[in-house]
């Protein structure tokens, strides 16, 4: 067998190698999946925030008017409690009143029901100056020797007795700081600067306050916002529920288990944040809530209390009725009794740590130009913080959830970010600013950046610990969610990173279209398809919707770009349509009839014409008032117009 030479055989096994490794790098490559990369050219680079955004802009302001000064009842109040927390009578108010020599005055606590609709008023308790209500909300009548009925309020105070006694608080001290945050809803920055002048200015040139220009919402309400800036979750990662949220991660758990007294104070419990849809708390999620006394508003004054969406309405068109506008109870205005409980839950506490977060609804949700009805009385809430010496200890956030939405004004290139942008000021203690540098530095930086709540919520977290050392040599990681606004946010940052819903993003740039445009036309068809297409159960009631008329458009550049893809075989050979996988994103707003409803939406459009509503969002930006009064679904009442209304 001389032919099988040891050369020979080195040959044939090298062969058989070469034939069995090439056979594996055909295959390999060959079965490997068909690869075909791009990337966005906007989304991976630094967000470029809009600039020049004018409070002022010329189509902005003819939604912007002034409107009439707030007028309350004109008695004084003939009661108060002093700094001790103890029920006094007012002896100069007594003089306002006839027949004030021989009064007698009752006292009924407010007393919280299970749960968070229901509150009921307990016995009469006769009481003369100088007593310890056992509540903190509690309502009181004052009555002549014959029973002429002179006095009838509601009034507050913090019963906190069982929280000194319990001994978990500790002192604000060192790095420990109090956290104070004033909530108004619906409000963007530059609404804040059109009508909270006073307050702005003194925030930024009186304290140094950082006002953040990059804050954009996540969500289109309130409690898609405020829920992840109290938790750092998003909505659907938190827990299953059955309507309540006691089960919820928030925050103020973490800083009561901490040695904090808690307070939370929110406006017009029919729609607050908790409660819009949901049933809110169980139990009392707070040491201090305001919620109660709002709901006694009813026990006590029913009628006009009801009434007083009405009067602001009139008010807002500069017709008043009667001797008291729509936002006051009694003699005060509802967010002024916010104000006055939060400072009494300050004082109170002294030099005890406090977690308080106060949220007004009624100012602004409804009518915009309203919000400047507040800014005297809140300006004087921040000054009382600053000149008091609180703010060397504490925390101050001023913020909303989101711009206004329920008004044309959104319509407009200005209005349109305000929506997305929603105000986010924050003053910290001077003293911290000395100890750890870096801080004011990224704070100064990330005012001109992308955040969000998840980064409001990582910055109150350290806030807790007292983490206020740098964690790290290098810049924050760009694809974390949530980042402490006290580390430096990435330039490098994008919506996607943060967790910003696309339809919401502010960072990408658009070009105009006319709205007689076809592509424009069939989108505006094909989103009212969709709307039909929603109330197609409904169809008894609510009419079919029909374009009246597109009011603009304007083209979204996607910016693929294919780049280099990972070698195979079958790229070689396989034919791709990249031109198909590049769609084009068109923001339109129309109007429909029956109704004159006012539509926005974003739809990617591919290169066959194949349309998607990005996140099936279609967002209302008009009122509908009374149009959908005949169905009762919540998340459709934007989309109907009753039948009835036009026959």
Not at 14 to 42: A, P, Q, R, W
Not at 161 to 170: A, P, Q, T
Not at 400 to 410: F, I, P, R, V
Request: aromatic share 12%.
């Amino acid at each position: 067998m001389a032919f099988y030479t040891p050369k020979i055989k080195r040959l044939f096994y090298l062969l058989c190698f070469s034939i069995g490794l090439s056979c594996y790098i055909v295959m390999k490559y060959y079965n490997d999946n068909v690869e075909i990369t791009f990337h966005n050219t906007k989304s991976h680079l630094a967000c470029t925030l809009p600039e020049g955004l004018n409070p002022f802009d010329t189509a902005a302001m003819k939604f912007i008017w002034s409107v009439p000064p707030i007028k309350c009842a004109d008695w004084p109040s003939l009661v108060y409690v002093d700094s001790q927390g103890l029920l006094q009578k007012n002896k100069t108010a007594m003089l306002h009143y006839a027949e004030t020599s021989n009064l007698t005055c009752t006292y009924q606590t407010v007393i919280r029901k299970k749960g968070d609709m229901e509150v009921s008023l307990g016995p009469r308790v006769t009481f003369t100056s100088g007593v310890l209500v056992p509540s903190d909300f509690f309502h009181v009548v004052c009555e002549t020797a014959d029973g002429n009925e002179i006095y009838n309020n509601m009034h507050h105070s913090i019963n906190n007795k069982k929280v000194l006694e319990s001994g978990k608080l500790k002192e604000a001290e060192g790095d420990h700081f109090n956290v104070f945050i004033y909530g108004i809803d619906a409000v963007s920055r530059l609404h804040a600067e059109r009508k909270l002048q006073k307050t702005m200015e003194y925030l930024k040139s009186e304290i140094g306050a950082y006002v953040f220009e990059g804050y954009t919402k996540i969500g289109g309400n309130t409690f898609p916002n405020i829920a992840p800036l109290l938790t750092g979750k998003a909505i659907r990662e938190l827990p299953k529920t059955d309507g309540f949220l006691d089960d919820f991660p928030f925050l103020w758990k973490n800083f009561s288990n901490l040695g904090y007294a808690t307070f939370h104070g929110e406006d017009w419990p029919e729609i607050s944040t908790f409660n819009s849809n949901l049933k809110g708390f169980s139990e009392q999620p707070v040491d201090h809530y305001i919620r109660p006394l709002f709901l006694s508003f009813d026990k006590v004054s029913f009628y006009k209390n009801k009434l007083d969406q009405a009067h602001m309405f009139l008010a807002d068109k500069g017709i008043r009725i009667n001797s008291h506008g729509g936002l006051c109870f009694g003699n005060k205005p509802k967010f002024k009794i916010i104000i006055d409980y939060y400072k009494q839950f300050i004082e109170r506490y002294g030099e005890k740590l406090k977690f308080a977060l106060s949220w007004n609804n009624e100012l602004c949700h409804d009518y915009l130009n309203n919000l400047e009805l507040g800014d005297e009385d809140i300006y004087q809430f921040v000054r009382w913080l600053h000149k008091t010496g609180r703010l060397n200890n504490s925390v101050f956030i001023f913020l909303s959830d989101h711009g206004y939405l329920m008004n044309e004004l959104q319509n407009t290139f200005v209005g349109r970010f305000e929506a997305r942008m929603p105000l986010f000021a924050l003053s910290i203690p001077p003293g911290i600013k000395t100890r750890y540098p870096h801080l004011h530095r990224n704070l100064l930086r990330n005012s001109k950046r992308l955040i969000t709540v998840y980064d409001i919520h990582e910055m109150l977290t350290d806030i807790l610990h007292a983490n206020f050392s740098p964690k790290r040599s290098e810049l924050s990681n760009v694809h974390l969610r949530g980042i402490s606004l006290f580390d430096e946010i990435p330039k490098s940052r994008s919506c996607k990173d943060a967790e910003i819903p696309e339809h919401f993003c502010p960072c990408y740039s658009s070009d105009t279209v006319s709205p007689e445009d076809g592509e424009v036309q069939k989108i505006a068809t094909h989103v009212i398809a969709r709307l039909n297409e929603r109330l197609r159960h409904l169809r008894s009631r609510c009419a079919e919707l029909k374009l009246h008329k597109v009011n603009s458009a304007s083209v979204v550049d996607s910016n693929l770009v294919q780049t280099q893809s990972r070698f195979t075989i079958r790229n070689l050979i396989h034919q791709s349509d990249i031109g198909s996988r590049l769609k084009k994103r068109f923001i339109v707003t129309m109007t429909t009839i029956p109704g004159h409803a006012q539509f926005e939406s974003t739809v990617e459009l591919d290169k066959v014409g194949q349309m998607t509503i990005l996140n099936d969002v279609i967002a209302r930006t008009n009122r509908y008032k009374k149009q959908s009064a005949c169905i009762s679904e919540r998340l459709l009442k934007p989309f109907c117009f009753c039948s009835r209304q036009n026959e």
